[in-house]
């Protein structure tokens, strides 16, 4: 396995790219470590596959260098690179066993055949196909399929990466939460440096140490599941990750307050936005605490979703979500404050610290 150095990338699918957006990819430079669980996580477009595809080698980057334990590979190809990949869709050989996909990439580099059995059985058990091994692949469901390819993926252990592009699309959802478990207890396992590319939240969030949000072709953060929840970097990463997202309400700055509306915060320090254009403040439904004390609002909407409610609001003339136990109560003159510990200031939509 390998610690992946991000070097000054760039990519432009264009020729000659000039303005930033030209680029599908704007400049990422990061050190991935070695065994790291990554989840690149992200709304259609926003870059992941391009990223992925330049850390597989499958696409060159315009600008910048890639390391694998300090080793430039830019120009290397993907099996220079001893990469294993799983598509979105499965890739396997129909008129071949099971045992002999899962067996192929040990067999191609001249594995021995006693190592080969060993392995392809460990990888049979863990993937659930054991009592399938010597059926044809043909004739087999598609998430069956994409089971063997993830199989292919997992079975060489000597790897520098394994990289997946979202490779549950076509597996059953309740089959999901299983594959995902399987692939986290299998990444404890053997410590494989894994970077999984998705759109989906909750995919990013079991299974990943490091869940890297882009948007718009730009790393916005990379940080734990609770990093993202509790410190969104970015107004994007609030609105993205939890449901319902952060709410996000157009904002002043006066020394060690926040103006929102006609409603002044006290927080604890002034907050660094010199030569901001646009301030903003963020915080998520489950900060915001409904009650009979605080500031005035006025309730809109109660949508029950079994342990908890989201009450819908409208908050100094913007719509808020908040999120209630089941027994919460919601009084007729509800008011609302907010912890301090869920208040995040946004400066051109980037998190700025508060003055120490
Ligand atoms: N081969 C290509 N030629 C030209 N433009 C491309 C090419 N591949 C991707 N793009 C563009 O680059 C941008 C990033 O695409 P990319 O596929 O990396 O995003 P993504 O986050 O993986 O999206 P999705 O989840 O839809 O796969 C998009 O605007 C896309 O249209």
Redesign the pocket.
């Known amino acids: 396995m390998a610690k992946i150095g991000l070097h000054g990338i760039r990519h432009a ?2 020729v000659r790219p000039g303005r930033p957006n030209d680029y ?2 704007k400049e990422v430079s990061h050190d991935w470590e070695d065994g790291g669980a990554y989840a ?1 996580l ?12 330049i850390i597989s080698g499958l696409v060159t980057p315009s600008e910048g260098q890639i390391l694998f334990d300090g080793r430039d590979v830019t120009h290397l190809s993907t099996e220079e690179r001893n990469i294993a990949q799983v598509f979105q869709f499965p890739v396997i050989y129909d008129t071949m066993t099971v045992f002999d996909n899962l067996a192929f990439p040990l067999r191609n580099r001249g594995v021995p055949e006693a190592e080969v059995r060993r392995k392809v059985n460990e990888i049979l058990e863990i993937t659930g196909l054991a009592d399938r091994a010597k059926r044809k692949a043909r004739g087999l469901t598609a998430d069956l399929k994409q089971k063997i390819s993830l199989g292919r993926g997992l079975v060489r252990s000597d790897v520098n990466a394994i990289l997946f ?2 490779p549950l699309t076509v597996i059953d959802p309740h089959m999901k939460w299983q594959l995902r478990s399987q692939l986290k207890m299998l990444h404890r396992q053997f410590g494989f440096t894994m970077v999984y ?1 998705t ?1 989906d939240q909750t995919e990013a969030l079991t299974f990943a140490d490091k869940v890297v949000v ?1 948007y718009e ?1 730009e790393i916005v953060q990379i940080g734990t599941p609770a990093e993202l929840f509790e410190r969104p970097s970015h107004t994007f990463v609030g609105y993205f990750i939890g449901s319902p997202g952060m709410n996000v309400l157009p904002a002043q700055v006066d020394g060690a307050s926040i103006i929102v509306g006609d409603q002044s915060i006290a927080i604890d320090r002034a907050p660094k936005i010199a030569g901001a254009s646009r301030i903003e403040l963020g915080i998520r439904p489950e900060f915001i605490r409904l009650g009979r004390e605080g500031m005035p609002v006025t309730v809109t909407k109660v949508e029950d979703i079994g342990r908890q409610k989201i009450v819908r609001a409208a908050f100094a003339g913007k719509p808020i979500a908040i999120v209630l136990p089941e027994d919460g109560e919601i009084p007729t003159d509800a008011r609302v404050s907010f912890d301090p510990q869920g208040i995040n200031i946004y400066a051109d939509s980037w998190r700025v610290a508060v003055e120490g």
Do not use: I
């Not at 259609?44 to 595809?53: A, F, H, Q, R, V």
């Open positions: 699918y264009g599908a990819l690149l992200g709304p259609s477009g926003c870059g992941k596959t391009t990223l992925l595809n592009d979202e590319v759109h882009m072709g």
